[in-house]
């Protein structure tokens, strides 16, 4: 069993940044993928990084955050952070962190929320004009 936890989210104006953590509690698959995704209300949930869970810091990230956005992971503490700069107000949505045990799937496939195992409850993020 795997538990998430998030942390880190809250509210910032524009231009911004914010730091998101999530906590891995319980059995990490090394040759898996963490990921982020978020939605807002009224929209799907949408993956916007993923790291392989292997260490050599292979990243992905959706075109809507790619320069803006960086995940990285600190495997001793079984910890992966999202860091936020340059925030839009089109980022305000519920942040959630993923979990899946396997090393198949190509990066777009692994944008989608259906190849993921494990959940966390969410972290806000809610960005002003």
């Known amino acids: 069993q795997v538990q998430l936890v998030e942390s880190g989210g809250g509210s910032v104006q524009t231009g911004g940044s914010l730091r998101l953590s999530c906590a891995a509690f319980g059995y990490i698959d090394s040759s898996g993928y963490m990921a982020w995704f978020r939605q807002a209300p009224g929209k799907e949930r949408e993956g916007v990084a993923i790291?392989?869970?292997?260490?050599?810091?292979?990243?992905y990230y959706a075109d809507s955050v790619k320069g803006r956005f960086t995940i990285s992971q600190d495997t001793a503490k079984n910890t992966v952070y999202l860091q936020m700069n340059s925030l839009k107000p089109e980022d305000t949505a519920m942040y959630y962190c993923a979990a899946r045990m396997s090393n198949s799937g190509t990066w777009a496939l692994l944008l989608r929320q259906s190849m993921y195992n494990y959940w966390g409850q969410g972290t806000q993020v809610t960005v002003s004009s």
């Open positions: 790291i392989w869970s292997g260490g050599d810091g292979r990243t």
